[in-house]
Antibody, heavy 117, light 107 residues
Framework: QVQLQQSGAELAKPGSSVKISCKAS????????MHWIKQTTGQALEWTGY????????KYNEKFKGKATLTVDKSSSTAYMQLSSLTPVDTAVYYC??????????WGQGVMVTVSS | DIQMTQSPASLSASLGETVTIECLAS??????LAWYQQKPGKSPQLLIY???SLNDGVPSRFSGSGSGTQYSLKINSLQSEDVSIYFC?????????FGAGTKLELK
């Protein structure tokens, strides 16, 4: 069965970076894009971007360019999102989600990123 | 960016009732509309894609309809396990945007 297993919660200081992971199993990793979605405590969902694991090609929401960097390790079927220059506004739950077209049929359990001094 | 306006923001209904949630896009999205259910403390789960296609394993009491800019999610015969937040999402054009969500509670 398809599973997306994300890394654990992160507590980071303002100005620092974090790199969160999403390990895929149960399907051919290179056949589906991996999307990343931010959910703030107010429940709003924002699409951050996606990466095509086969080619490494990426597409970002303009709002997250310079903030998020998406990469993959095909050998371990793992996708990564690095968030840089963190501010309290980046505090949120971040999900990875498998793309079917540009909707999302499987989601990871989410990673809580808290930015606080 | 395409704006997705979802209504109502919250909804209280009784077991067995039929409920409808609406989603209005700021421009034509040509049925590229998905609905997700998010139970408390869990990840969103895909219910409906391409406006009216039921995802595998989703109960048939859920249905989607609409075209152009107006879409709706209908839940027939409400069950206790349907208490959730429901989101619409347009996947027609990047950035792929979501509605603000509808919180469904039992009366």
């Amino acid at each position: 069965q398809v599973q997306l297993q994300q890394s654990g919660a992160e507590l980071a200081k303002p100005g620092s970076s974090v790199k969160i992971s999403c390990k895929a199993s149960g399907y051919t990793f290179t056949s589906y894009a991996m999307h990343w979605i931010k959910q703030t405590t107010g429940q709003a969902l924002e699409w951050t971007g996606y990466i095509a694991p086969g080619s490494g090609g990426t597409k970002y929401n303009e709002k997250f360019k310079g903030k998020a960097t998406l990469t993959v390790d095909k050998s371990s079927s793992t996708a990564y999102m690095q968030l840089s220059s963190l501010t309290p506004v980046d505090t949120a739950v971040y999900y990875c989600a498998r793309g079917r077209g540009h909707y999302f049929d499987y989601w990871g359990q989410g990673v809580m990123v808290t930015v606080s001094s | 960016d395409i704006q997705m306006t979802q209504s109502p923001a919250s909804l209280s209904a009784s077991l067995g009732e039929t409920v409808t949630i609406e989603c209005l896009a700021s421009e034509d999205i040509y049925s590229n509309l998905a609905w997700y259910q998010q139970k408390p403390g869990k990840s969103p789960q895909l219910l409906i894609y391409y406006a009216n296609s039921l995802n595998d394993g989703v109960p048939s009491r859920f249905s989607g309809s609409g075209s152009g800019t107006q879409y709706s999610l209908k839940i027939n015969s409400l069950q206790s396990e349907d208490v959730s937040i429901y989101f619409c999402q347009q996947n027609y054009d990047s950035p792929y945007t979501f509605g603000a969500g509808t919180k469904l509670e039992l009366k």
